[in-house]
């Protein structure tokens, strides 16, 4: 799952979930099955973007997919963005712990 933690001027909220929501279809496009954009009800300027991809190889390949049409939608999203940012948070499924690993 990747995460991108985003801070906004509440006064833009409109206008960066039409510029976000266009950044999702390109995540499909790039072969995540599941995206979604979430806002925080405790504050009110922070956005959380997630989507899921089927394994870190593919993540990884979703980098390589990358056209300028993708920058300029990201660049779009990310003019938004009050102060340092946006947080991106990549996390793997947790799987059964292996032998070799001890407590």
């Excluded at 001027?9 to 499909?28: H, I, Q």
């Excluded at 995540?32 to 990884?60: G, K, M, Q």
């Amino acid at each position: 799952m990747v995460m991108i933690d985003y801070r906004i001027d509440p006064k833009n909220r409109d206008a960066f979930l039409a510029a976000v929501r266009k950044a999702g279809r390109e995540r499909y496009r790039d072969g995540a099955y599941e995206w979604r954009i979430f806002e925080d009800p405790a504050d009110n300027r922070r956005f959380v973007e997630t989507f899921l991809s089927d394994s870190w190889a593919e993540h990884l390949r979703q980098h390589e997919r990358v056209t300028r049409a993708d920058q300029t939608l990201e660049a779009a999203v990310h003019r938004f963005q009050v102060g340092e940012g946006p947080t991106i948070t990549h996390l793997i499924a947790a799987g059964p712990q292996r032998p070799d690993h001890r407590r």
